[in-house]
């Protein structure tokens, strides 16, 4: 891993980090379309631009927990007394460094006169949103480190023990109280007695 990749990897927040490695395996954008109501929902399928199908499928199956983070965070369990429905996208737009989820919310409620033969009458309210969830400040870029991102490519995708000077700069996070660099010295640690 090269000092490039591992800044991509570790400065700023987790939207940030996620945003350098799909920038790094050369993607500009990745479209994630989800729905969701009455207590489930997930997602529908996926698309990366420009395509890159294997690179993107490898990618998705790591990483799905922090792609699909901004739809668990914006709508929870999908909860609801069964009258509510959602559409939506969630984009990460590694070009432009932004992540922002948007769709269409739609609620079902029914109406009656109160007589007796009545059928009651469905109403339906459809009502479009858009959430910026991150956009990086260029000129004022987060230079604070987070390992999380850089801990799990690690562990999914080189499967190596990083290079050694990268390798101190995570022990000395370590030795800090960084959760996930601890979290990387047990994965080296683990690799030693394999």
């Not at 700023?12 to 929902?41: A, W």
């Not at 927990?65 to 996208?89: E, R």
């Not at 260029?138 to 499967?159: A, G, M």
Request: proline share 3%; with cysteine.
């Amino acid at each position: 891993m090269n000092k490039d990749l591992f800044d991509k990897l570790t400065l700023g927040n987790k939207y940030s980090c996620v945003l350098g490695l799909i920038e790094s395996i050369g993607i500009d954008r990745i479209e994630i379309e989800y729905s969701g109501g009455g207590d489930s929902g997930g997602t529908d399928g996926y698309e990366a631009f420009p395509a890159k199908t294997k690179e993107l499928k490898d990618f998705y199956d790591k990483f799905e927990d922090y792609l699909i983070d901004p739809m668990w965070s914006k709508h929870g369990s999908f909860a609801d007394d069964g009258t509510y429905s959602v559409n939506g996208f969630i984009v990460w737009d590694a070009k432009n460094k932004s992540v922002y989820i948007e769709g269409t919310d739609t609620n079902y409620s029914y109406f009656s006169s109160g007589e007796e033969d009545e059928e009651e009458e469905e109403v339906v309210n459809e009502e479009a949103w858009h959430d910026s969830i991150f956009e990086e400040d260029v000129d004022n870029p987060n230079k604070d480190r987070i390992f999380s991102i850089l801990v799990h490519y690690v562990e999914n995708i080189s499967k190596n023990k990083l290079p050694p000077d990268q390798h101190n700069f995570v022990l000395l996070a370590a030795i800090a109280g960084d959760e996930d660099a601890k979290e990387y010295i047990r994965w080296c640690e683990n690799k030693k007695e394999e």
